[in-house]
């Protein structure tokens, strides 16, 4: 028997992918809620000095999973059907976003340059980045499942220079902790690398004409 795929179970996957992206974000303001039934007996001042690391972490996975989830909106916006693949690496991908809250709590609560938590909180972000390349893979290989407007619009070099500059920013955290979560400000290459990817991409179509 034929599976029968209508709009609205494509609706659904979307509503629950959102879901569950919104308790996950909501998840990373926990520890500071627990945290929070200290602050009557010492200062905003002294409060903010003790939770500083765990504010940060949750400032920084805030805007991360935020991001994530833009770049997730934007893919499914070409969205115009799905398959079994395309449903399970969407859960895929979500259960690395789930995951983040855990990795920003340890990278919160960590003391000093430990390599090991660096690592932890970089990969979870290469894997973020890897399970939504999966998806634009599919959909690449898939264009049924494209609105045929948008099929133009895909580009698969964006999220490999994204995938490459962390897989390096996690090498050298653990080779140099010195540096640790600081690596990540290699990030702002990802740009430029992109633009090298689709230039080097687009060269040996040129030479062949």
Not at 61 to 69: K, L, P, T
Not at 104 to 114: D, F, H, I, K, T
Not at 194 to 204: G, K
């Amino acid at each position: 028997m034929a599976v029968v795929r209508t709009e609205r179970g494509l609706d659904r996957l979307v509503n629950f992918s959102d879901a569950t992206v919104a308790i996950a974000i909501t998840l990373l303001i926990l520890p500071l809620v627990d945290a929070a039934k200290d602050i009557g007996h010492q200062s905003f001042g002294d409060f903010f000095g003790e939770n500083f690391w765990e504010l940060l972490a949750f400032v920084i996975s805030f805007a991360v999973i935020a991001r994530y989830w833009v770049v997730h909106h934007r893919v499914f916006e070409w969205v115009q059907d799905y398959d079994g693949r395309l449903v399970w690496l969407n859960f895929l991908w979500l259960a690395t976003i789930v995951f983040m809250p855990f990795t920003a709590n340890v990278l919160s609560n960590s003391n000093g340059e430990r390599a090991e938590v660096d690592a932890l909180y970089i990969g979870n972000l290469l894997a973020i980045s890897l399970a939504m390349q999966a998806i634009g893979a599919v959909l690449v290989r898939s264009p049924h499942l494209v609105r045929e407007d948008a099929r133009g619009a895909m580009d698969s070099t964006r999220g490999w220079s994204a995938i490459i500059i962390i897989a390096v920013c996690l090498v050298l955290a653990v080779l140099v902790p010195s540096v640790g979560m600081f690596w990540l400000f290699l990030m702002f290459l990802s740009e430029p690398l992109h633009l090298l990817l689709r230039r080097l991409r687009r060269r040996p179509s040129q030479t062949t004409e």
